[in-house]
C-alpha cells in the first residue's frame, strides 16, 4: 500500500507511473468518464474492458487474460519501464486495482503499490486533479518479461481435476448470496464450484473503504482457512478480477503464495458438463 501523501510528493518523479483504473462492471464507460472529469495529475487511464482483457470466445470468461507480451506492450506505450515505481487506484475500495496489482506483478514488475484508500483518499487530501486524457510518453526500452510468471494460475482443467483429487482449496471472493447461489445478476448460471470455501472481498474491508490492518486480516484467513496454507489456496470470483482482492489482502497479511483462476466462475459455467453446487 501507498498513502496519498507519499503520491503527493513524487507527483513530478519521472521514476514513477500512476495508473487510473476506475470501473463499473454494471456501466464499461462510467470508468473513462469520471477519469476525464478527473485524475490524479499524470494519470493514465486504462479500460478493463477494452484495454485489460483479451478478445472473449464465449468459451473463457468475461475478463479473459492478455498474453503476458501483449501485457508489456500495452503498458510500454502507456510509459512503463524496468524499475519504475507504479502506483495504481480506483475508487471502489481497491477492487479493480487489486487486478491491476496482481497483473503487474504477474507479469514481472513488482515495484507497484496500491494508493490506500483509492480515489477517495486523494480527494480527502485535497490533492491536484487535472481533467481530460493524459497523453503518456511510451517507453523506448522493452519491458522485461520474464519467462516464469511471478504469480501462479491454475486453468479450468486443473480445477475440474481438484474435484476427485483435491490437493487445493478454491475460495470464492463473490458476495456469500452469488456464492451460494441465491441470485446471479452477471453469468446465466447460478452457484458456486463443489468444495470451494467463500469469503466476500468486501471481509477485507475497513472503514473508508481501506484494507484492514494486516494482523486482522491475518487471523480472519486464518480462521476460514485452518490448516490450509497460502500455497494451497487458489481465489475465484466471477471474471478473476474481485479474487485478486482477495489475494492481495492475504499478501497485506503476510499470507503469501496463493493462486489465481483467472476464468473463475464465468468460466466455469461456460461449459454445462461441468458440476454446480448451490447452497
Given at each position: 500500500m501507498i498513502s496519498a501523501e507519499q503520491v503527493q510528493a513524487n507527483l513530478n518523479n519521472s521514476e514513477w507511473l500512476i495508473l487510473d483504473v476506475r470501473h463499473d462492471l454494471a456501466d464499461h464507460q462510467a470508468g473513462r468518464r469520471a477519469y476525464e472529469q478527473g485524475h490524479i495529475p499524470g494519470a493514465v487511464f486504462l479500460d478493463h474492458e477494452l484495454d485489460l482483457a483479451a478478445p472473449k470466445t464465449g468459451l473463457n470468461g468475461r475478463h479473459p487474460l492478455p498474453s503476458r507480451q501483449e501485457l508489456a506492450q500495452l503498458l510500454q506505450k502507456?510509459?512503463?519501464?524496468?524499475?519504475?515505481?507504479?502506483?495504481?487506484?480506483?475508487?471502489?475500495?481497491?477492487?479493480?486495482?487489486?487486478?491491476?496489482?496482481?497483473?503487474?506483478?504477474?507479469?514481472?514488475?513488482?515495484?507497484?503499490?496500491?494508493?490506500?484508500?483509492?480515489?477517495?483518499?486523494?480527494?480527502q487530501l485535497g490533492g491536484a486533479e487535472e481533467s481530460g486524457q493524459a497523453k503518456p510518453v511510451p517507453a523506448t526500452a522493452k519491458l522485461s518479461v520474464p519467462e516464469q510468471a511471478a504469480m501462479p494460475t491454475v486453468q479450468t482443467e486443473q480445477v475440474l481435476k481438484n474435484l476427485s483429487k483435491p490437493i487445493f482449496t478454491v475460495l470464492d471472493a463473490r458476495a456469500a448470496e452469488r456464492y451460494r447461489g441465491d441470485v446471479e445478476p452477471m453469468d446465466p448460471v447460478a452457484g458456486h464450484i463443489p468444495d470451494a470455501l467463500n469469503r466476500s472481498h468486501l471481509n477485507n474491508l475497513g472503514e473508508q473503504g481501506r484494507f484492514k490492518p494486516a494482523d486482522q486480516l491475518r487471523q480472519e484467513f486464518q480462521d476460514l482457512l485452518g490448516a490450509i496454507s497460502a500455497e494451497m489456496v487458489v481465489h475465484q470470483c466471477g471474471s478473476g478480477i474481485t479474487a485478486c482482492h482477495n489475494l492481495f489482502a492475504m499478501e497485506l497479511a503476510g499470507l503469501s503464495g496463493s493462486s489465481i483462476y483467472p476464468g473463475s466462475w464465468s468460466e466455469w459455467v461456460s461449459d454445462a458438463s461441468r458440476p454446480v453446487a448451490r447452497s
Amino acid at each position: 500500500m501507498i498513502s496519498a501523501e507519499q503520491v503527493q510528493a513524487n507527483l513530478n518523479n519521472s521514476e514513477w507511473l500512476i495508473l487510473d483504473v476506475r470501473h463499473d462492471l454494471a456501466d464499461h464507460q462510467a470508468g473513462r468518464r469520471a477519469y476525464e472529469q478527473g485524475h490524479i495529475p499524470g494519470a493514465v487511464f486504462l479500460d478493463h474492458e477494452l484495454d485489460l482483457a483479451a478478445p472473449k470466445t464465449g468459451l473463457n470468461g468475461r475478463h479473459p487474460l492478455p498474453s503476458r507480451q501483449e501485457l508489456a506492450q500495452l503498458l510500454q506505450k502507456n510509459g512503463l519501464r524496468d524499475g519504475m515505481q507504479v502506483v495504481v487506484y480506483d475508487a471502489q475500495g481497491s477492487l479493480f486495482a487489486s487486478h491491476m496489482w496482481w497483473m503487474l506483478r504477474w507479469l514481472g514488475h513488482p515495484q507497484v503499490a496500491i494508493l490506500d484508500g483509492g480515489w477517495q483518499a486523494w480527494q480527502q487530501l485535497g490533492g491536484a486533479e487535472e481533467s481530460g486524457q493524459a497523453k503518456p510518453v511510451p517507453a523506448t526500452a522493452k519491458l522485461s518479461v520474464p519467462e516464469q510468471a511471478a504469480m501462479p494460475t491454475v486453468q479450468t482443467e486443473q480445477v475440474l481435476k481438484n474435484l476427485s483429487k483435491p490437493i487445493f482449496t478454491v475460495l470464492d471472493a463473490r458476495a456469500a448470496e452469488r456464492y451460494r447461489g441465491d441470485v446471479e445478476p452477471m453469468d446465466p448460471v447460478a452457484g458456486h464450484i463443489p468444495d470451494a470455501l467463500n469469503r466476500s472481498h468486501l471481509n477485507n474491508l475497513g472503514e473508508q473503504g481501506r484494507f484492514k490492518p494486516a494482523d486482522q486480516l491475518r487471523q480472519e484467513f486464518q480462521d476460514l482457512l485452518g490448516a490450509i496454507s497460502a500455497e494451497m489456496v487458489v481465489h475465484q470470483c466471477g471474471s478473476g478480477i474481485t479474487a485478486c482482492h482477495n489475494l492481495f489482502a492475504m499478501e497485506l497479511a503476510g499470507l503469501s503464495g496463493s493462486s489465481i483462476y483467472p476464468g473463475s466462475w464465468s468460466e466455469w459455467v461456460s461449459d454445462a458438463s461441468r458440476p454446480v453446487a448451490r447452497s
